[in-house]
Structure formats: C-alpha cells, structure tokens
C-alpha cells in the first residue's frame, strides 16, 4: 500500500509561497481546522509557542483531494544552492498533440506564472528531441519546469 505524504517548502514567506503555489497548481490555501478562528488558535491548541505563531496560510491542498499537501515551511536561512528536488508542472498535454500547440501551452503557462511573480530562466528543447519545457524560479528563487 503506497503510503500518504506532503510536501515541504523552506522559505522565508509562507504565505506568500503559499499563495504563488496554489494559483500555480490550482490548488487552495487549506482551510483552517473546523472549531477554530484562526490557524494560530489550532496550533496553540497542540501546543506550538507563540513565538512560532503569526505565519497565517502556510499549506496548500488538491480542491479534489488526490494530490499531496504542500507546507511552506518558514526557515531562517536563506536560498543558497540549486533545489535538489523540483516541481514539474505540466500543462502542454499529451505527447500525442503537435509540437508548436504544447509549445504554446508552455509558453502560456510561463506567462501566466511570471505575471503571479515567477522569473523565467532558459527554454529547454534540444533538435530532434520530443521535449519542450521553460525552466523557471517562483518568488523565492526556488527552480521548477513548466512542460
């Protein structure tokens, strides 16, 4: 039985990751727990010190509950080396449609991430190779690939 996780983002702005990911992904800022006013109520409640409060939305969820949570994890040092892990994100479609289409979807898609506040770094396509994607950096500098 495969067995269920999240994945964890250190930065240095939750939220605003947070918010950057879930337009990225068509995810949504997950929602407090039922019972409490705010996500700083529920994390008193189990007991996190208040010096550790004050994030706000820190985690994003699938709307349909098949993908993983995602948890911006605030950290004190910054960004210093390449991502050894990275999001791929595909919006071309499959293989089966034409090059110059997926193309443009690609390319679409780096648009619409720059204008939420990513930065495109380089196309990535080779002659004669069936790929195209655009290596890009969201707000914090962290790498993914539209594709």
């Not at 996190?48 to 969820?61: C, K, N, R, T």
């Not at 349909?64 to 999001?87: D, M, Y």
């Not at 939420?116 to 770094?121: D, E, F, R, S």
């Amino acid at each position: 039985m495969a067995l269920r996780f999240q994945v964890v983002v250190d930065c240095a702005d939750p939220e605003r990751l947070a918010r950057f990911w879930a337009e990225a992904l068509g995810y949504v800022l997950e929602p407090v727990p039922d019972g409490f006013a705010s996500w700083d109520d529920y994390w008193r409640s189990i007991g996190v010190p208040e010096e550790e409060l004050g994030v706000d939305a820190d985690s994003i969820i699938d709307p349909e509950g098949s993908g993983p949570r995602v948890w911006f994890q605030i950290v004190p040092e910054a960004k210093t080396v390449k991502n050894r892990l990275h999001f791929d994100v595909h919006a071309s479609g499959s293989r089966a449609a034409p090059m110059p289409a997926r193309r443009q979807r690609v390319d679409a898609e780096a648009a619409r991430l720059a204008g939420l506040g990513a930065t495109m770094v380089q196309v990535l396509e080779a002659p004669g190779l069936d790929h195209y994607a655009v290596a890009m950096q969201d707000p914090e500098g962290n790498e993914f690939d539209i594709n």
